[in-house]
C-alpha cells in the first residue's frame, strides 16, 4: 500500500471508498455532537470537502463514495480536475483567493465561490458569466482575525460591499466567509466565528434583501467544531477527511 502523507497523525490518509466514508462519518458524528451541543440541528450544517492537493486518482475514488461538491483553494487545480473527473457527477466550489484573470475560469465550471472580497473580481465574473449565460452562488470574505496575511475584507466595509452586490446579477449572495486566525488558543478562534456571526445578524437587521440565505462558511479540520458551535451552516474540511497535507497551510492561504 501507498505510504500515508508526512503530516499530523490525527488525519489518516483515505486511499478507498471505505477509508472515505469512514472519515466522513468521523467527521459528522464531531459536527453532530457540536451542534446539539448548541442546541442546533445537525441537518443545519453542510460539510464541503476539500480536496486541495490531493491527486486526482484519490479524488476519484473519494467522488465514487459519494461525495458531490468538492472544495479547491487554487483555480487551475480545480480546472484539471474538473476535466479529469468530467465522467464524474460532481460539482465544484471555489474557496480560494480569486484573481481577476482567471475569472473565466471559474465562470466556466464552478457552482460556488466562496471568497468573494472586491467589487473587481465581482465585475470580472458578473462580465464572464452573462457571457456564458450562467449564474454563480457567491460567498462574501470577511476578514474577522486582522490579520495581515489573510484576504478578506475589513469587516466595516461589509455593508457597503453588500449595497453594491445587486449591480451584478448573476452572481447570488448566499453568505459570509472566514478564516480564523491560526492559532492553540480557541478563545481567539471563537472570536472571529462569533464575529462572521454578528455581521451576518446585523447585515440581516439592516439590509435582509443583500445577504441571501445568511449562511455561514467557516470552520476547517483544526476548529470546525467551534465553527459549528459559533452558527457555521457550512464547515470546509480537507484533512480530516482526505488525509494529513505535506505542506503547511501558508502554502494554500497565501498572504493578502
Same mark, same amino acid.
Given at each position: 500500500m501507498e505510504e500515508s502523507i508526512e503530516g499530523d497523525d490525527r488525519y489518516p490518509t483515505a486511499f478507498t471508498v471505505e477509508d472515505f466514508r469512514h472519515n466522513i462519518a468521523g467527521v459528522? =458524528?464531531? *459536527?453532530?455532537? =457540536?451542534?446539539?451541543? &448548541?442546541?442546533?440541528?445537525?441537518? +443545519?450544517?453542510? %460539510?464541503?470537502p476539500v480536496s486541495k492537493t490531493v491527486p486526482t486518482d484519490r479524488v476519484r475514488v473519494a467522488i465514487q463514495s459519494g461525495m458531490r461538491l468538492l472544495g479547491e483553494n487554487k483555480v487551475q487545480e480545480a480546472v484539471r480536475?474538473?476535466?479529469?473527473?468530467?465522467? $464524474? +457527477? @460532481?460539482?465544484? #466550489? *471555489? *474557496?480560494g483567493h480569486l484573481q481577476t484573470n482567471k475569472a473565466r475560469d471559474v465562470a466556466a465550471f464552478a457552482t460556488e465561490f466562496q471568497a468573494l472580497d472586491r467589487l473587481r473580481v465581482a465585475e470580472a465574473l458578473d462580465r464572464r458569466l452573462q457571457a456564458a449565460g450562467r449564474? %454563480?452562488? &457567491? !460567498? &462574501?470574505? @470577511?476578514?474577522? #482575525? =486582522?490579520? +495581515? #496575511?489573510? !484576504?478578506?475584507?475589513? /469587516?466595516?466595509?461589509l455593508p457597503a460591499f453588500l449595497e453594491a452586490m445587486p449591480s451584478y446579477e448573476t452572481l447570488r449572495v448566499r453568505g459570509l466567509m472566514?478564516? =480564523? *486566525? %491560526?492559532? /492553540?488558543? +480557541?478563545?481567539? &478562534?471563537?472570536?472571529? !466565528?462569533? $464575529? %462572521?456571526r454578528t455581521l451576518r445578524d446585523q447585515a440581516r437587521e439592516d439590509a435582509p434583501d443583500l445577504i441571501g440565505a445568511g449562511e455561514l462558511s467557516m470552520g476547517m479540520s483544526g476548529d470546525y467544531e467551534i465553527a459549528v458551535e459559533e452558527g457555521a451552516t457550512c464547515v470546509r474540511v480537507g484533512q480530516a477527511i482526505f488525509g494529513a497535507r505535506a505542506l503547511p497551510d501558508s502554502y494554500y492561504w497565501p498572504e493578502g
Open positions: 459528522q =458524528a464531531r *459536527i453532530s455532537a =457540536a451542534a446539539r451541543r &448548541v442546541g442546533r440541528s445537525p441537518e +443545519d450544517v453542510t %460539510l464541503l480536475k474538473n476535466g479529469e473527473t468530467a465522467d $464524474l +457527477d @460532481v460539482s465544484w #466550489s *471555489i *474557496i449564474s %454563480l452562488d &457567491v !460567498f &462574501v470574505q @470577511v476578514n474577522t #482575525s =486582522a490579520e +495581515d #496575511s489573510k !484576504f478578506g475584507m475589513p /469587516p466595516e466595509e472566514t478564516l =480564523a *486566525i %491560526l492559532t /492553540p488558543d +480557541d478563545a481567539r &478562534v471563537r472570536e472571529c !466565528f462569533s $464575529l %462572521l
